[in-house]
T-cell receptor, first 111, second 113 residues
Framework: AQSVTQPDIHITVSEGASLELRCNYS??????LFWYVQSPGQGLQLLLK??????LVQGIKGFEAEFKRSQSSFNLRKPSVHWSDAAEYFC?????????FGAGTRLTVKP | GAVVSQHPSRVICKSGTSVKIECRSL??????MFWYRQFPKKSLMLMAT?????????EQGVEKDKFLINHASLTLSTLTVTSAHPEDSSFYIC?????????FGPGTRLTVT
């Protein structure tokens, strides 16, 4: 069965610092991988996705993620965090009719 | 493109009543839509998969008679919470599938008093 693990429940970084959010997955085939961001009381916004090809994926708002098959990971990165990046981040794996989400990582940004 | 709306965004209802939540794909047709439930500070849990013109497929542990799903058109799926109780209070999010991706609605906050 497919599953997603986000090991960090809560991360705090200073504004301007770099960020890496971890995501590990378990999937029987080549996965489709996603990162979403959710602001309080809001729906999900897609940051980026990986289906195939280049393993380094660029997304919106300056985010990128790297697919590492050998490590079953799809970590999200941003070189310089802005205060507006404070939100909940979800990694998801799936295909077609079956998408599974990680537990989420809450990002706090210190001024 | 690929916009999904939900209505209402917030609803408060009394215990024992039913409430309907609509999910619409505004600029594309979606044969498959999904309903998720999100508890406070928790992840999204898939409740059911809604297929246009056929019965919904429910995840294990989700009561199909309590959470009625109808997908009568290619742009509309509805979730009806029947005989709602305070424990049904939650954030409900729908999504619509297009190709390999799901596009999410903004969510509906249900509070049952």
């Amino acid at each position: 069965a497919q599953s997603v693990t986000q090991p960090d429940i809560h991360i705090t970084v200073s504004e301007g610092a770099s960020l890496e959010l971890r995501c590990n997955y378990s999937y029987g085939a080549t996965p489709y991988l996603f990162w979403y961001v959710q602001s309080p009381g809001q729906g999900l916004q897609l940051l980026l996705k990986y289906f195939s090809g280049d393993t380094l994926v660029q997304g919106i708002k300056g985010f990128e993620a790297e697919f590492k098959r050998s490590q079953s990971s799809f970590n999200l990165r941003k070189p310089s965090v802005h205060w507006s990046d404070a939100a909940e981040y979800f990694c998801a794996v799936g295909a077609f009719n079956d998408m599974r989400f990680g537990a989420g990582t809450r990002l706090t940004v210190k001024p | 493109g690929a916009v999904v709306s939900q209505h209402p965004s917030r609803v408060i209802c009394k215990s024992g009543t039913s409430v309907k939540i609509e999910c619409r794909s505004l600029d594309f047709q979606a044969t498959t839509m999904f309903w998720y439930r999100q508890f406070p500070k928790k992840s999204l849990m898939l409740m059911a998969t809604s297929n246009e013109g056929s019965k919904a497929t429910y995840e294990q542990g989700v009561e199909k008679d309590k959470f009625l799903i109808n997908h009568a058109s290619l742009t509309l799926s509805t979730l009806t919470v029947t005989s709602a109780h305070p424990e049904d209070s939650s954030f409900y999010i729908c999504s619509a599938r297009r190709g390999h991706e799901q596009y999410f609605g903004p969510g509906t906050r249900l509070t049952v008093t």
